[in-house]
């Protein structure tokens, strides 16, 4: 009886660090998954409306953009904008994003982690598209309200697909904000504020949020 009373005190406390290490040791791994998805939104963000300096287009944003396509040897037009905000159309309530741009001759990769090339491409244009979506019973588990974070691209027919990025992200949110200095060199281009939340359904939750700058916007 002696010994229990002893020990109890002492079983607490180590039950109660491992639960606490359990908990930190979560809570770091949402963070490095959204650390890992914020990435690939800003590498995105930081692509859209690249042009391959051998591609004939128009410089214009927002304009008809014209470009030879090189199998077709045809002068194709659309009028598609390079980043494309849709307000609340994701799973609770998130937003969803879509950004094009042309093919590097690096070998850049979608957010997939496939190459870029122009089987995978509509119009000449490259997509990538970040939309939270519910999880279905398999994936949701123990996840409570939290979505899966889809990526979607087109595939080497030219088709659109997507895949999971990400569970446990409860929120997506993007939203344009005003430069504070506007050059001539940086006229053209735009800023963007991501949040994300990452949660795994029970305590731990993980609140991002990054602000990423256009690069190739004219």
């Known amino acids: 009886m002696i010994c229990m009373m002893l020990l109890g005190p002492i079983l607490k406390t180590t039950a109660d660090l491992i639960a606490k290490q359990i908990s930190l040791e979560k809570t770091q791994i949402l963070q490095a998954d959204g650390d890992r998805v914020m990435e ?7 692509m859209a409306g690249y042009r ?7 410089p214009a944003q927002s304009q008809p953009i014209k470009r030879l396509e090189p199998k077709r040897a045809a002068l194709q037009q659309t009028t ?10 994701g799973y609770q309530q998130s937003d969803s994003f879509y950004v094009r741009h042309e ?43 939290t979505g899966s974070l889809m990526c979607q691209s087109y595939d ?19 939203e344009e904000i005003e430069r504070a200095h506007v050059t001539p060199a940086n006229s053209g281009q735009k ?7 990452m949660a795994d359904g029970r305590k ?15």
């Open 80 to 89: 598609t904008p390079f980043i494309t905000i849709e307000k609340r159309s």
């Open 52 to 58: 391959n300096v051998t591609s004939a287009f128009e």
């Open 156 to 174: 080497r027919q030219g088709r659109l697909h997507q895949a999971t990025l990400a569970n446990g992200v409860k929120h997506l949110m993007i």
């Open 103 to 145: 093919i590097a001759k690096s070998g850049d990769l979608d957010c997939l982690g496939n190459a870029l090339t122009h089987e995978r491409t509509h119009h000449g244009l490259a997509l990538q598209g970040f939309k939270l979506e519910k999880p279905n019973s398999k994936q949701q588990g123990d996840m409570g309200s």
């Open 191 to 197: 800023l963007y504020r991501i949040r994300i939340q």
């Open 204 to 218: 731990n939750t993980v609140n991002l949020e990054r602000t990423f700058a256009t690069r190739n916007l004219q």
């Open 40 to 46: 690939l939104m800003g590498r995105a963000i930081r």
